[in-house]
């Protein structure tokens, strides 16, 4: 189960002010995780507010036809669905543009929450560090899911996913911190963990900088610590590397051609908890997730690319090949 803000996404193809042809998508961390999901054959509910306008139905008719549980979303009649323009500006760089103050995700409450809850008890809850950013309310909505979370045994996933244009690094590690303890998989990306820590903890990763791996495990051990039991670092192009009271297990990233690096992120936490739902060790766990996150990069738009479990064997094919 996850909830979160899913935006309208408009895609344009090269610097915004030149005006031109938009793609016209839907976009939101939290549903890309859940679509990553259901292609790859698990069950999962989406918990989200959109608008009670057409970017809200065109939002919810996606996530349906993408088989994910939208019984528990919520339309708002006063707000309407968040905006997202990404802008493709340099091969490598993508800006991206919200215009989501005062919409319907921002203010998600705790009701959505409860109503998700209430169909039947999820075994994982997926939470993002981007939902509590959106105001005080989908802040209440996070913490009162962490605790419902707790209550039913649910296994709790937080992917930091720290967006500086929604709220400061401060009030950040502030909610991070007090989530850290209820968190069983932490899922971060290299220069997030330090918001997870008290500042006291943070100088143990500039003593072992030499070393960005050993940086890592300083910064993860107190975490684990604090009884988070796996901390999974996304490190781009580098793969990724997760840390657990038996020690540190590394992935390389499969090699791909990356088109859209949007989304690698979340597709990556989709293989993760798909392995993890089949019950697979942690080797397999890091396997699917840069397997699903190479699909990302290698494929335009935020979750489109997204493989089903069949397609799992087709990265790594060699060039030219056509699947007759
Ligand atoms: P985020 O999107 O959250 O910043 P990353 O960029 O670290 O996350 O990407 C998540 C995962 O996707 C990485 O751990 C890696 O496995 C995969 N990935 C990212 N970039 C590439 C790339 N250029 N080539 C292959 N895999 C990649
Ligand atoms: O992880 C991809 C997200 O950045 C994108 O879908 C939009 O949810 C989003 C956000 O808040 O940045």
Redesign the pocket.
Known sequence: MTFGETMVALRGSGPLRLGGTMQVSVAGAESNVAIGLSRLGHRVRWAGAVGADEAGALVLRTLRAEGVDVAGAAADPDAPTGLILFEPRLPEVTRVHYYRAGSAGSRLRADAVERAFSAAPPRVLHLTGITPALGPDPLSASRHALQLARQQGALVCLDVNFRSRLWTAERAAAVLREWVPSVDVLIA?EDELSLCLPPAEQDAERAAQADPVAALAAQAAPLLARGVGEVVV????A??TAFTGDGSLHRP????R?VD?VG??DA?VAGYLSALLDGADLEERLER??TT??FA?ASPGDWEGAPTRAELGLLGAPPGTVVR
Request: charged residues 15%; without cysteine; proline residues 10%.
């Open positions: 990306s996304k490190r781009g192009p793969g990724a990233a499969r090699p791909v990356a690096a690698a992120g990556f997730a840069v996150g190479a990069v």
